[in-house]
């Protein structure tokens, strides 16, 4: 079939890539020099010394905008469907964008009234801080 | 776009029209008690539209279809989401800040349940799938003052998402095979398939029904029952133990039958073997459990179990119709007996504030004498469970083992047998604890109108479907 043949160039060239690692690998450890200093297990940051622990607290706000992102990023695919596809869907297309985009805008409002897009001190609707 | 389809599809549009609702309330007005009440409401009208529905609704589109068996199905889970919603409020407002979000939640899981027993297309099944599961996660790790549910909602989203990524890639191996995604599309291109195309498939069916047992907890895919049924809060373990699976299962049956899956003796041998495992591993397993949530998670791999003989049954066509009447029929029993068992264990008063729940077998000691109601309904759940007369499960059970006969199911109705017998011990040991005269039971239940309302009318339907079940069965069988 053609699509095998067409598939022939990629198999070899992930076969390449694959050899072209494993000898860099392979030879590195097979000549080079081993030494067990206390310096050989550190992680190689450019020569500075690296401090602290990797695992640091970040501000959720982060996740949150970036969730957000991932949403609305997505929806936006489905409205450039559409927008190729406009003659051809005609009204009944533009009714069902019409509810889609309704619909992200009523989760739009949620976020805002709900305090998601706030950074630092929410200020969601009946919302009391603790005591 | 014309009146039949809008028609068809107004429960759905009437649940999706109250979450838009329910959220702007949220938004502008956050107050549990009208979170509550736009729930209910829209799960009303969307029960009253299935019902307005109910004569001969036969609409089929490419992704949907709408005849008896979705409308029926789609009933049960409006009603155990009503159910659920009448148990939540008090429960929830003790365990987490804010309830409004969880109405929003469960209605979703409402809508993605419905989409899932009327899916008759491989996009459908996931949409309802992923939009049941997504919502589940956030339910189940809901109330935020305690770990046990975030454990339980973490291992659930991780093996859930393993499983719902092993379905898809056996809808895309499907896809390679056949160039079919709707289930009758696949079941005509099944007949054509040369034995290139029937490797392909047969992988896939594999991995489709891993990722479907996976959801339905079948033996030896039920690992995260247990953890997850006693770690998320007990409303939602009811919800999950019966919506979730029912849909699954209702999406299950209904690709197997129009895929035309049944005509190949590999699947239909794996699936008896899954389900002889869940009969027997799940008995077995339930019995040393002294936390009532564990035993109801076992118990419930063993119910599902049962129901798999249904599918082998039906893989005759002589008796499909009472295959698949069987199945409706032990579907609403099981779903009303699981949610009466999981309103006792929910029942406010008999909840810690913040604290973990109460739902060991001893918490459970002397409860018929400290409060009547709420022992008689465990009582009744328990006894429905077993399978023993007078009660729903009976029936129902009576029905499996009636459709079982009509073919040369021996191992499986052996299984059945082994598997009843073994389960009847650990149901009567919730028994034995609800009938001891315990003086140390410190947890006094208040009951309010509320939960006795809803105990009387769960008691009702157990009791009810067992004595004179011929008013649901006739129902069933005139939609089939």
């Known amino acids: 079939m053609s699509s095998e043949a067409a598939l022939w160039p990629f198999i070899v060239y992930f076969l390449a890539v694959l050899a072209l690692v494993a000898t860099m690998l392979g030879l590195s450890w097979l000549l080079g020099q081993r030494r067990a200093n206390q310096a050989t297990n550190l992680p190689f940051e450019s020569g500075v010394l690296s401090v602290g622990t990797p695992q640091i607290h970040f501000a959720v706000e982060f996740y949150l905008i970036a969730i957000f992102f991932v949403i609305f990023d997505l929806e936006t695919v489905f409205i450039f469907a559409w927008a190729v596809a406009f003659f051809e869907l005609g009204w009944e297309g533009f009714l069902a964008v019409g509810l889609f985009i ?11 009234r709900s305090g998601a897009l706030d950074w630092g001190q929410k200020t969601r609707t009946g919302w009391k801080p603790e005591r | 776009m014309n009146s039949g389809m809008w028609q068809a599809l107004s429960p759905l549009l009437a649940l999706s029209g109250g979450t838009v609702v329910l ?18 409401l829209s799960l009303l009208l969307g029960a009253g539209l299935l019902l307005w529905l109910w004569p001969g609704s036969d609409y089929q589109s490419l992704l949907l279809r709408v005849d008896g068996y979705a409308l029926l199905l789609n009933l049960l889970f409006i009603l155990a989401a009503a159910v659920t919603c009448w148990l939540s409020p008090a429960y929830i407002a003790l365990r987490s800040e804010q309830s409004g979000e969880f109405f929003l939640l469960l209605l979703l899981a409402t809508i993605g349940a419905m989409i899932l027993a009327q899916a008759v297309h491989v996009a459908s099944l996931l949409l309802g799938l992923e939009l ?45 095979g056949t160039g079919q995604l709707a289930f009758t599309g696949l079941s005509e291109s099944l007949a054509l398939a040369g034995s290139g195309a029937y490797t392909l498939v047969m992988a896939a069916s594999v991995m489709i029904i891993c990722g479907l047992a996976f959801k339905l907890s079948l033996v030896p895919f039920h690992m995260w029952t247990p953890d997850v049924y006693q770690g998320a809060p007990s409303p939602v373990t009811g919800f999950l133990a019966t919506v979730s699976k029912g849909a699954v299962f209702a999406v299950f049956l209904r690709a197997f039958l129009e895929t035309g899956a049944y005509q190949f003796p590999i699947i239909l041998n794996s699936l008896a073997a899954i389900a002889v495992a869940s009969m027997l591993v799940g008995n077995l397993l339930a019995l040393r459990q002294d936390n009532v949530k564990r035993l ?185």
């Open chain 1, 102 to 112: 309704f619909i992200l805008t009523i989760a739009l409002i949620y976020e805002w």
């Open chain 2, 23 to 40: 959220m702007l309330q949220i938004a502008f007005h956050r107050n549990p008690r009208w979170s509550v009440a736009i729930t209910q």
């Open chain 2, 132 to 176: 049941l599961g997504v919502a589940l996660y956030a339910l189940i790790a809901y109330p935020d003052r305690s770990l046990l549910p975030l454990e339980a909602a973490v291992k659930y989203l991780v093996l859930s998402g393993a499983a719902s990524a092993t379905l898809l890639f056996g809808f895309a191996l499907a896809y390679a």
């Open chain 2, 296 to 480: 109801l998670a076992y118990s419930s791999i063993a119910h599902m179990g049962y129901l798999l003989i249904v599918l082998l049954v039906c893989s005759d066509p002589a008796n499909h119709d009472l295959a698949v009447e069987a199945a409706l029929f032990y579907l609403v029993a099981y779903t009303v007996t699981t949610l009466a068992a999981f309103a006792v264990l929910t029942w406010p008063g008999y909840e810690q504030y913040q604290g973990p729940e109460h739902t060991e077998l001893k918490h459970l000691s002397g409860l018929l004498w400290h409060h009547p109601l709420a022992g008689l309904l465990m009582l009744v759940a328990m006894l429905s469970l077993a399978g023993i007369p007078l009660t729903a499960g009976f029936v129902g059970k009576f029905y499996l083992f009636s459709a079982a006969v009509t073919g040369p199911h021996w191992l499986l109705l052996g299984s059945l047998v082994v598997g009843s017998g073994i389960g009847i011990y650990y149901y009567l040991r919730v028994v034995y604890y609800l009938l001891r005269r315990d003086d140390n039971h410190a947890l006094l239940p208040n009951a309010g109108w509320h939960e006795s309302c809803l105990a009387v009318v769960l008691l009702a339907a157990v009791l009810g479907l067992g004595i004179a079940p011929q008013s649901l069965i006739g129902w069933i069988q005139s939609i089939l």
